[in-house]
């Protein structure tokens, strides 16, 4: 258990590094190394419209703003790409409610 939280200890100092895999539609976090990883996943409903649908982060690493960063990557991308957005995912409601930036509200479905 000691050992967990030395592991722990050490990841919360360290940035956030958000990757985009767009072949697999998906922003992911990895997490202690490359073994865990939190995942925000999407797909195109139409040409310029995607759909946020599920984000979820390991029970050992929530709480430590990880979902936000996914969240905040994924509003990013789809202001960068000039799309719409559907968000079937509760975090990603939340994120928007909490940060309602013109540029991420303008592109959210209602």
């Not at 592991?7 to 865990?36: M, W, Y």
């Not at 929530?62 to 079937?88: N, P, Q, S, Y």
Request: hydrophobic share 35%; aromatic share 10%.
């Amino acid at each position: 258990m000691a050992q967990a939280s030395q592991i722990n200890a050490v990841e919360l100092s360290c940035p956030i590094n958000v990757e985009h895999d767009r072949k697999r539609r998906q922003f992911t976090v990895r997490l202690n190394g490359s073994h865990d990883r939190a995942v925000l996943l999407y797909e195109y409903i139409g040409k310029k419209t995607v759909d946020l649908q599920h984000t979820e982060v390991p029970d050992a690493y929530r709480g430590r703003g990880i979902a936000k960063h996914l969240a905040k990557a994924a509003m990013d991308f789809v202001v960068e790409e000039d799309l719409k957005a559907h968000l079937t995912c509760w975090y990603i409601q939340k994120f928007v409610k909490e940060n309602p930036q013109p540029q991420y509200l303008e592109r959210v479905f209602h």
